[in-house]
């Protein structure tokens, strides 16, 4: 006999966000689509155990959630709306090559950028990923009640606001695929360096999360690259992750890694992405060329053989695209590599990072290895003041006390 | 069809200049031939209002606006539109002609 349970699981995470999404589009309301789907879930613990797991239970699910949303509305407007109700079950169930569109749809909408970054993130695992609410508000330690309101009034600015719940035009496409990337990239970097000192460094829950919605976002926009390159990007970062934090908790940078743990099957996913990418021969943008790096850093079976030319060469580029700050920072620490640590503190020096732990760190690094002991106690000081990631303190800490034992 | 106010945002005590005034006029044309139009206006500054109460029975009046901010809306239209998509690039063409910042709200029952 299969077990409920599992079986429960794995349709959970697969098929969620294709009934949430779904029922928005036929109900119109994203609010009573949640719930609905919330509902029928548990109900299907229920009648799954009883009665045997269905032989479709995505459509068991759909049908299950749409007849208690259609039960719902009906209730609810038996007075006033017979309009809606009869608009409503006018609509026939479609084929499936449009109910992929409808997860996209609900991924545009709860990324939409008239809606605050944090709102968009909490609805965007919530509506898409399935998350339940405790789980997103424990994700980002905020109080239940505060997370479950930040969801509530998303959803009823979209709904006041007529936010429309469609795939954007093909003229804003491209700005709304790279805020729904954005938002992506964030949920994994909250989950990659949890920047709070009370959370565990890493949250594996938040950056496999990430991982699998950037999965679906590619797979329901084929042609966009950005998508693959930021799926390549991710994958190559979290094969590092069983690295990246010693037994005593404390971070280990690139180069002190035990690479012999990294995983395997991840990098060369991300490798075999990165590729791809290449072979298509568009100019690339942040997500691909950030890509191209790791896909470098995860080339070399050692520190010493990384090919930092390679590296520079792809910052360079970067630049190009987004010549931010912090991009030069990282640039600056392939260039310490190549061209010593005084060219990379010439470059580091003066960038407007002022309260940014990581640009205190580099400093401290380079201030470091050109014996200038006094200036990098005080980098590492600024940098642990700065750093909000218990892994990444201590090891801030333990390289500053390295410095006083000389 | 959803209406949208779009409310100007002003901090300062001089009106429209006469470009502005022109590109205003442009774009309300623009509103109009698109179907997007209902109404707009221009208005006078804070301190000429007048704050009225009637609650209690005869109106309490108090001279002035009802909030002392630095900033206040100046101006504003209300426009037609099928939804949020539709209005927000009208809004910030808005903003880019009036050369201010607007705030965009629907309004109830969109």
């Known amino acids: 006999m299969t077990d409920v349970g599992e079986v429960l699981t794995r349709v959970h995470r697969e098929e969620w966000a294709r009934v949430v999404a779904t029922l928005a589009r036929r109900i119109g309301d994203l609010d009573v689509a949640e719930e609905m789907a919330a509902e029928a879930f548990a109900a299907a613990v229920e009648r799954w155990s009883a009665d045997g797991v269905p032989p479709n239970p995505g459509a068991w699910l759909t049908t299950t959630a749409y007849r208690r949303a259609v039960d719902r509305i009906r209730r609810e407007s038996r007075r006033e709306d017979k309009h809606r109700e009869a608009l409503m079950l006018a609509d026939v169930p479609e084929p499936l090559g449009v109910i992929d569109d409808d997860r996209l749809r609900l991924i ?37 009640a505060a997370m479950s309101r930040r969801i509530t009034r998303a959803k009823t600015k979209i709904k006041a606001a007529g936010i429309p719940y469609r795939v954007p035009s093909r003229d804003d496409l491209p700005a709304r695929v790279s805020g729904v990337l954005a938002v992506l990239y964030l949920i994994f970097n909250e989950g990659y360096l949890a920047s709070d000192p009370g959370k565990e460094a890493v949250r594996a829950d938040l950056t496999a999360e990430a991982i699998r919605l950037t999965r679906l976002v590619r797979t329901l926009l084929p042609d966009d690259h950005e998508a693959t390159g930021l799926l390549a990007l991710m994958l190559l ?42 072979a298509a021969g568009r100019p690339p943008g942040r997500y691909q060329i950030l890509a191209a790096v790791n896909a470098v850093h995860t080339d070399a079976r050692d520190a010493r053989d990384t090919d930092w030319a390679q590296v520079a060469a792809l910052y360079d580029h970067l630049v190009r695209v987004d010549p931010s700050p912090i991009v030069r920072l990282n640039r600056a620490v392939a260039v310490a590599e190549l061209d010593g640590p005084q060219v990379a503190l010439a470059e580091v020096d003066g960038l407007p990072l002022d309260g940014y732990h990581a640009y205190h760190a580099t400093r401290a690094e380079l201030l470091r290895r050109m014996g200038r002991g006094g200036e990098a106690r005080e980098a590492y000081e600024r940098a642990i003041e700065l750093a909000g990631n218990s892994a990444e303190t201590a090891y801030l800490r333990r390289r500053r006390d390295q410095l006083s034992g000389r | 069809m959803a209406q ?78 099928p939804d949020f998509d539709v209005a927000l690039p009208l809004a910030a063409l808005a903003s880019q002609r009036c050369n201010r910042r607007v705030e965009l709200r629907p309004f109830l029952g969109a």
Not at chain 2, 7 to 29: R, W, Y
Not at chain 2, 45 to 65: C, F, I, K, M, S
């Open chain 1, 108 to 144: 545009f909408t709860c990324c939409h950028p008239a809606l605050a970054m944090e709102a968009r993130v909490a609805l965007t695992l919530r509506l898409v990923g399935g998350l339940t609410v405790p789980e997103i508000a424990r994700a980002y330690l905020v109080q239940e």
């Open chain 1, 237 to 278: 970062t979290e094969a590092r992750r069983p690295a990246r934090v010693s037994a005593t908790g404390e971070l280990v940078v690139l180069a002190e890694q035990d690479r012999g743990a990294w995983n395997r099957q991840l990098i060369a996913e991300g490798h075999a992405l990165v590729r791809a990418c290449i």
């Open chain 2, 4 to 81: 949208y106010l779009i409310s100007v945002l002003d901090d300062t005590t001089g009106s429209a200049t006469d470009a502005e005034m022109a590109a205003i006029g442009e774009f309300n044309e623009r509103l109009r031939a698109d179907g997007h139009w209902v109404f707009a206006g221009g208005l006078a500054a804070p301190e000429t209002a007048t704050v009225v109460d009637a609650r209690d029975g005869g109106p309490v009046l108090t001279d002035g606006p009802y909030l002392e901010t630095k900033e206040y809306v100046g101006g504003f239209w209300i426009i037609d539109a």
